[in-house]
Each structure stands twice: as structure tokens, then as C-alpha cells.
């Protein structure tokens, strides 16, 4: 078993160098890994405890997550995190059912600083979606499983702006502590 602590070395891979990984819907969970180098109070404020906005796009295959991390006046970091269930090896893929129409995801928030060696565990959070998030992205999900063609040209276009640009095109909404 795996023990996390916050102020304590991160035991587990850094998927990103730097900004957000969502890894989710593997036999381990749903883990948003937030990666940022020498993590300042106010970043750590809106990481621990501040409201949490997220969204996603998908459109042919392609799925980009955008997560805002607030503090009392708004926004302080805003990342996209891509999506494709269809990397993630069938043994350890866990498709949720979407019959229930109040399941919520849970999703796990390491918030990790790369800014020393080794990489130190700074926040941990565990939030939700809400029940029409959850039942959006599951079918989003389901989509992306069957479709043929990569996205690779609507991920170039969405990559071309800045996140706190792409989170002004789409729907919002908080997560539930």
C-alpha cells in the first residue's frame, strides 16, 4: 500500500513535467495530478481549499479537460489536461455504468512541487462531479471508445490558445467537496 502525506516525498510517477494529468477511470481511480515547480501561498490557498470549476471538450475523438483552481477573488490557475480513455490498457480501464442518474465521479487532486528533488506532496483533495457532469463525460467516454479518427487536428487548434481562454468557450461547473 501507498501512503501519501502532504510535506512528504510523492511516491507515485509525476505523469506531467509540468501543469495538470488527469488520469482517470483506471483500476487505481480517478487522479488529477496538478504539477507546478516552487508552489506559492496563494497557488497552495486555491489547490487546498479554494473552489474548484472544470469543464471538458470532445469533438471526434478528441477530449480536453480544463480545470480552474480559485481563491476568494477568482481564478488563480486554470489547466487543460487531454483525455483519452482509449490509452489506457483494457486490464486496467473501469468503465463506471451510467444507469443512476445521481452517481458522481470522484476524482483525487495531487497537487505535487516539482520545484525540489524529490518532488514533494503539497495537496491532497478529493472532489466530485456533479451527477450531469459525471453522466456527460461517461457518454463522452463511450464515444471516444468506439470512435476511429484521433482528434489530432481539433487538438492543435484547441492547443493554440491559453486555458483560461478555452475555459471562457465551455460550461463550468464546481466540484463538490
Known amino acids: 500500500m501507498i501512503k501519501l502525506s502532504v510535506g512528504q516525498p510523492y511516491p507515485l510517477k509525476v505523469i506531467a513535467t509540468e501543469g495538470a494529468a488527469a488520469e482517470f477511470l ?3 481511480g480517478n487522479l488529477l495530478q496538478v504539477v507546478m515547480p516552487d508552489i506559492v ?6 489547490l487546498k481549499k479554494g473552489k474548484i470549476k472544470a469543464g471538458f471538450m470532445y469533438q471526434n475523438g478528441a477530449m480536453l479537460w480544463i480545470f480552474e483552481f480559485c ?3 477568482g481564478p488563480v490557475l486554470t489547466f487543460d489536461a ?3 480513455a482509449r490509452l489506457i490498457p483494457r486490464d486496467r480501464l473501469q468503465l463506471h455504468n451510467i444507469d443512476n442518474a ?4 470522484a ?3 495531487h497537487a505535487i512541487d516539482t520545484g525540489q528533488q524529490p518532488p514533494i506532496v503539497k495537496a491532497l483533495r478529493l472532489v466530485t462531479l456533479s451527477p450531469a457532469m459525471t453522466r456527460s463525460f461517461l457518454l463522452a467516454v463511450q464515444e471516444q471508445m468506439a470512435e476511429t479518427q484521433t482528434g489530432e487536428e481539433i487538438k492543435r487548434r484547441w492547443y493554440a490558445s491559453a ?3 478555452l475555459a471562457k468557450l465551455i460550461k463550468l461547473e464546481t466540484f463538490g467537496q
Open 26 to 28: 483506471t483500476d487505481s
Open 102 to 105: 445521481e452517481q458522481r465521479l
Open 71 to 73: 481563491d476568494k477573488t
Open 163 to 165: 486555458p483560461h481562454q
Open 82 to 84: 487531454p483525455f483519452d
Open 107 to 109: 476524482i483525487e487532486i
Open 41 to 46: 501561498p496563494v497557488e497552495l490557498f486555491a
